[in-house]
T-cell receptor, first 115, second 116 residues
Framework: KAGVTQTPRYLIKTRGQQVTLSCSPISGHRSVSWYQQTPGQGLQFLFEYFSETQRNKGNFPGRFSGRQFSNSRSEMNVSTLELGDSALYLC??????????????FGPGTRLTVL | AQSVAQPEDQVNVAEGNPLTVKCTYSVSGNPYLFWYVQYPNRGLQFLLKYITGDNLVKGSYGFEAEFNKSQTSFHLKKPSALVSDSALYFCAVRDMTDTGRRALTFGSGTRLQVQP
């Protein structure tokens, strides 16, 4: 079974621009979560989507948004980019059965650099 | 609130020796605990998880972890380290009783360096 895929793998943007990242979950998985990984803050939860609805949200400004499509694929968008948004953005998929025992499986990430 | 602590930034071990990567957690209720490994320029790879039952959990690539409720710890172990085990290891927790929140809370990570 194919794993979680994320596109693009690398992005370079300038301050003030916006960016859209894409994530395709493992087949059959209905939940997609997004995390930001930086050297200073570590791994931080952004949001989770299930059945096209945001189910949980982390403590990030409104510039960070996401959505999920009917095929469970998800996108996240960051508007008005800041230097501090430079990070590895990781997508994780899980069955989304509602059980807290769900294991999240991660994609390879998108490395975003903001200049 | 839930939290995870990985007290060691780096662990060095010789190939063939046993390894331990430490993790302690704090949750309001009972924990679900996970270990992930990250290789350079890669995402996180799931190793193992503790849900309930036996305190010793076996996972991928010969790794195991021991859950200790009284010490609120979930240390990752391997009897014989390989050079290829060198990577960044993350411990994560989810509060079993907080059914509305499925997000994982991660520790800061421990870099494991296995010397030949």
């Amino acid at each position: 079974k194919a794993g979680v895929t994320q596109t693009p793998r690398y992005l370079i943007k300038t301050r003030g621009q916006q960016v859209t990242l894409s994530c395709s979950p493992i087949s059959g998985h209905r939940s997609v979560s997004w995390y930001q990984q930086t050297p200073g803050q570590g791994l931080q939860f952004l949001f989770e989507y299930f059945s096209e609805t945001q189910r949980n949200k982390g403590n990030f400004p409104g510039r960070f948004s996401g959505r999920q499509f009917s095929n469970s694929r998800s996108e996240m968008n960051v508007s008005t980019l800041e230097l501090g948004d430079s990070a590895l953005y990781l997508c994780a998929s899980s069955l989304g059965s509602g059980m807290s025992t769900d294991t999240q499986y991660f994609g390879p990430g998108t490395r975003l650099t903001v200049l | 609130a839930q939290s995870v602590a990985q007290p060691e930034d780096q662990v060095n071990v010789a190939e063939g020796n046993p390894l331990t990567v430490k993790c302690t957690y704090s949750v309001s209720g009972n924990p679900y605990l996970f270990w992930y490994v990250q290789y350079p320029n890669r995402g996180l790879q799931f190793l193992l998880k503790y849900i309930t039952g036996d305190n010793l959990v076996k996972g991928s690539y010969g790794f195991e972890a021991e859950f200790n409720k009284s010490q609120t710890s979930f240390h990752l172990k391997k009897p014989s380290a390989l050079v290829s085990d060198s990577a960044l290891y993350f411990c994560a927790v989810r509060d079993m009783t907080d059914t509305g929140r499925r997000a994982l809370t991660f520790g800061s990570g421990t870099r494991l360096q296995v010397q030949p």
